[in-house]
């Protein structure tokens, strides 16, 4: 049976210490739902430019961002398949066991309209260097499979479990295309089936994609010293915690808007009114010509009403007179 190499460095104790020392922080500290939305869907921005510039493709972050905050209008299958195939991951966190074809089912999501539908559920059959040789990918990936749902896996620390995960499908590189995006969804899924759902605030992606050379080496070693996880399992923890780190950053300042928030009572404003109060702190104007894109299905006196709460309630100012006038936060 399969069973993956490695020793516990010190500086993979320390990556974990932090990680759940930063857990337990955001598990602990109340913010707004609207917040944690907020923080979610830009780690998922970042997530998809990310994935995507490693893999040596353009992705605008403003562009990326204007779509999860459907305002773009327009649609792109790159981003869309991501966020099915993060849909999917989120499901497949709920059941006990991951199955071998899940990881084709996810492949063939982030393909969809991107690759021909015959290569998007199969394993690669080209020769890579430095890579598992095709005919032993589906060896490789039922032994991952197997070990992932045994009993030493459950008794293994969730983030080294993903971070095995993670390097193993690197290096057996099933698939040809988007193997990236497959390997850091599934590590995903590892952590949020054990609970560690607070990763969802963060990107680990743009470590890898800041630290390229390094990631290359480190999966490398994988192979060097003959399944032995060690090295990459320090980069990967390393990667993890300053995620993590930054990600309770993030939550610190929601976390004190949130009690402003509930100071001033503006905890009670409604969903359009949240919504109109990001897009100003994300875009700085709204202007009336905007409200259709903002809200497709609300007419215009209705967010107009919405409007005259926070200008009532203080929250925002308004600039210019009639058609011509803009919103802006105060």
Known sequence: MYVPEYTITPNILKSISSIEYNRSFIDNTSILPN?????????????????????????????????????????????????????????????????????????????????????????RNRKIPQRTEPEKILVEIIELVDWLNSLDALDTSPVLVSGIVKGQLEITYPFEYLNFVVSSLVAKSVLYNRGYNFTKYTCAEAYYNSSKREYEQNLQSIVAEEGDFTAWLEYYASGLAGQTATAVEKVKLYAKDTKLAKASGRIYLSKRQEKIVEYLQDYGILQNKQFSTLFPLISEDSVLRDIKRLLEAGIIVKRGSTKSSRYELR
């Open 35 to 123: 917040f944690e939305q907020r923080l979610s869907r830009e780690a998922m921005g970042e997530f998809i430019v990310h994935s995507y510039r490693f893999l040596g493709e353009n992705a605008d972050p403003q562009e990326v961002k204007s779509y999860l905050d459907e305002i773009s209008g327009l649609k792109n299958p790159r981003i869309d398949n991501i966020l099915k195939g993060s849909k999917l991951v989120e499901s497949l966190s709920q059941s006990q066991e991951l199955d071998e074809k899940d990881f084709k089912r996810l492949h063939s999501i982030l393909g969809q309209d991107l690759i021909p539908s015959r290569q998007s559920s199969k394993y």
